[in-house]
């Protein structure tokens, strides 16, 4: 199977990096790798992709200079830009589906928010300590992250989670969630987790649970006006 389609992935970090590659190996036509940072020390332990000599230099462009050495096949468009409200609608309505690699709240309801608008899927990561969480919106048709929390956590919540840390291989696993849920989107197939969030937790005997996410009634992205995706809405 071989998907041609376009991938934004907006962060090329913990979860970015693992996902861009994950895709690039499955044969995915084309990547758009957005994220504003340099390489900083403290990301060569998760990010492997990532060499010594690549230290203070933007994450997307050399992510995408290693990607393209490794996977010459796969069209891979840098851009070391921040993904914000002014060209946020215009990335995601150049591709076909985005992958959430942001360490931020704010930023992932602006992937949610611009998603929604431009009527493309995508897939939320979230990686927290020992246990990470992905869920998939299909715009109309499955919850949006704004049916699951109305508003961004406020900023103690936010200074808690960095706190917590990022552990590298639960990124690593919740990243190859997101590479699958976006290769079956444009493979046509509804992604399992449309409408359900994963819970991978390391330290648990049972690692992954699925919960079933319904839509929130009065939720601007409408998917409770219609069936839910993955179930009947239940409200
Ligand atoms: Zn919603």
Redesign the pocket.
């Known amino acids: 199977m071989k998907a041609t389609g376009r991938i934004l992935i907006v962060g090329v970090g913990g979860l970015g990096v693992p996902a861009a590659w994950t895709l690039a190996r499955a044969g995915i036509g084309h990547l758009t790798l957005v994220d504003p940072d340099p390489i900083e020390l403290s990301n060569l332990p998760r990010q492997v992709i990532y060499r010594d000599s690549d230290l203070g230099k933007p994450k997307a462009e050399r992510a995408a200079v290693h990607l393209r050495r490794r996977f010459p096949k796969t069209e891979i468009d840098a851009r070391a830009i921040a993904f914000e409200p002014r060209n946020a609608l215009e990335l995601a309505m150049a591709h076909d589906f985005l992958v959430d690699g942001t360490d931020n709240p704010a930023a992932k309801f602006l992937i ?1 928010d611009a998603a ?1 608008k431009a009527a493309r899927p995508f897939v939320y990561g979230g990686v927290l300590g020992m246990s990470g969480q992905a869920m998939t ?1 299909v715009p109309g048709r499955s ?6 929390f109305e508003e961004p956590p406020d900023q103690e919540e936010i200074a808690s989670c960095r706190e917590a840390g990022i552990v590298g291989p639960v990124a690593g696993v919740i990243a190859q969630v997101q590479a699958a849920e976006a290769f079956a989107s444009l493979s046509g197939v509804l992604p399992p987790l449309a409408g359900r969030i994963l819970t991978y937790d390391a330290t648990a005997l049972a690692r992954f649970r699925v919960t079933e996410v319904p ?2 009634s009065g ?6 006006r219609g069936k839910s995706a993955a179930a009947p809405v239940h409200q």
């Open positions: 949610n929604l919106i919850a949006c992250l704004r049916c699951l839509a929130r939720c601007k992205c409408g998917a409770w």
